[in-house]
């Protein structure tokens, strides 16, 4: 404990993702600009810029990606999961789509079938487990992804702008079920534009911009009193 | 003129009547073509869905060469499957040649790549659209194919739609494999081409309007479910 960031816990928790010189080139442009980061936080999020990598890196951490340069490094394996901005559904029901990542580990029938219900009891969607999952609002869709990959109960949960294409009440209940499958244990790293959000959410920030990070810094004096001068204008800039 | 409307009102009477020779041909074109449906389908998407998500070399060779097999030309396939079945072919042996096997092996063979090819554009677009969210869940490619089969089913009735069409509306392949022998494989197709021939106008119109109707209606069905289910599943 009691480390020079304040004592928070990202200096205080060992290390669980180390990238060294990471970096992703396509055609001659480099997307992701050798990143060397320590990820230790339980609830990061990367802010920056349009344009400045953030959902690529989340891709790479993630492994979608396979980056051109530099290594990942998992001190210990974990298991992970991924919410994007626009869920995907299966056309089948809402319980069926939950059921599916289960089925993929090979979970049993029964097994599988009340793991669903429970996560999505867990997203306020037990009522709408046989309904079909592409006829679900945005917002619904979105807590049945979130319903999915928790009830694989991942070590680490990856989310890419989680709320960017919901209204602001469905928000509101993605970042009351993201707040709680942290609490249950499981490691957030987000990319959000909404700062609001990952003040509410995030212990660390890690600021991109121009697929480097300019700032790994605790939640909380990123957003009292950034490090660096871009930060502090892109601060200025997306608070309203 | 006056042609045209004496045959179409004898055409009226055959159906009238339920002529059964009329009805024999009509039931025998429906099943070796739903058959061979059936088998290109069984055959064809798989193919198409392993098109679009594999990884191999070659792909993109099969993918045109699929492409390019869609406008093979009936009377081509007959003739192969002819040399094939016939005595001295390598298949000669089961006796096949002028059975309606023998047309059902030639139509699907004639209509595999259509629903490979249109199957596989199908599943690439899903494809396209799932991909990371199937990866992260943890599906392999082989897994994603068999998830976007399904998830694709009411597109791809269209797909098998297109292999049907093809099956029952055309002459050259049936006709060299099964030889339009009365009674065993005379089907629409055949009997309309020997019969305008022959001039014998009422069966050959009759069966002219039993084809478009047949076509029709499969169409007009699988429109419906594809509403159907764009409504209910989205």
């Given amino acids: ?240 | 003129m006056h042609e045209m409307t004496t045959s179409l009102a004898l055409a009226g009477e055959l159906f009238a009547q339920g002529d059964s020779q009329l009805l024999a041909i009509v039931l025998l074109s429906l099943r070796v073509s739903l058959t061979a449906t059936l088998l290109a389908c069984l055959i064809g998407m798989p193919l198409g869905a392993l098109l679009a998500v594999g990884r191999f070399p070659g792909r993109r060779t099969l993918i045109v060469l699929f492409n390019a097999l869609m406008g093979l030309p009936p009377v081509v396939v007959g003739l192969i499957v002819y040399l094939l079945l016939s005595r001295a072919g390598p298949l000669g042996q089961f006796g096949l040649l002028f059975t309606p096997t023998a047309m059902v092996i030639a139509q699907t063979i004639l209509i595999v790549p259509i629903v490979a090819a249109l199957s596989r554009q199908v599943v690439e677009d899903a494809w396209r659209e799932y991909r990371e969210q199937l990866r992260s869940l943890g599906a392999n490619r082989l897994r994603a194919a068999r998830t976007l089969l399904w998830d694709g089913r009411f597109s791809l009735t269209t797909a098998g739609l297109a292999g049907f069409g093809r099956a029952v509306a055309e002459v050259g392949a049936v006709m060299i494999v099964g030889g339009n022998i009365d009674g065993v494989t005379r089907v629409m197709t055949t009997t309309i081409a020997l019969e305008t021939s022959k001039g014998d106008l009422p069966l050959a119109l009759a069966l002219g309007m039993i084809l478009i109707a047949v076509v029709l209606l499969i169409n007009i069905a699988a429109f419906l479910l594809r509403q159907w289910a764009e409504r209910r599943w989205g």
Wanted: hydrophobic share 40%; proline share 5%.
């Fill in chain 1, 1 to 240: 404990m009691g480390g020079k960031a304040l004592g928070m816990s990202h200096e205080s928790n060992c290390t669980w993702l180390h990238l060294d010189q990471l970096g992703l080139t396509e055609g001659n442009i480099r997307i992701i600009d050798a990143i060397t980061l320590k990820v230790g936080a339980g609830r990061t999020a990367i802010l920056g810029p349009n344009g400045a990598g953030k959902s690529t890196l989340l891709r790479l951490m993630h492994g979608l990606l396979r980056p051109s340069a530099g290594k990942l490094h998992w001190p210990q394996t974990l298991s992970q999961g991924m919410v994007f901005q626009r869920p995907v559904m299966l056309r089948t029901t809402a319980l069926a789509n939950v059921a599916y990542g289960l089925k993929l580990r090979g979970v049993a029938t029964k097994e599988r079938q009340q793991r669903s219900m429970t996560a999505l009891a867990r997203v306020g969607l037990a009522d709408f487990a046989d309904r079909p999952a592409r006829r679900l609002s945005g917002g619904e869709q979105q807590r049945v992804a979130l319903a999915r990959v928790w009830a694989l109960e991942p070590q680490v949960l990856f989310l890419d702008e989680p709320t960017a294409s919901l209204d602001p009440a469905s928000s509101r209940e993605v970042e009351r079920i993201i707040k709680e499958i942290a609490a249950s244990g499981t490691r957030i790293v987000m990319t959000t534009h909404n700062l609001g959000q990952a003040r509410r959410i995030a212990e660390e920030v890690i600021y991109l911009e121009g697929g480097r990070v300019l700032e790994q810094t605790p939640a909380e004096s990123f957003f009292r009193q950034p490090q660096t001068t871009a930060a502090r204008s892109f601060l200025q800039e997306e608070t309203p």
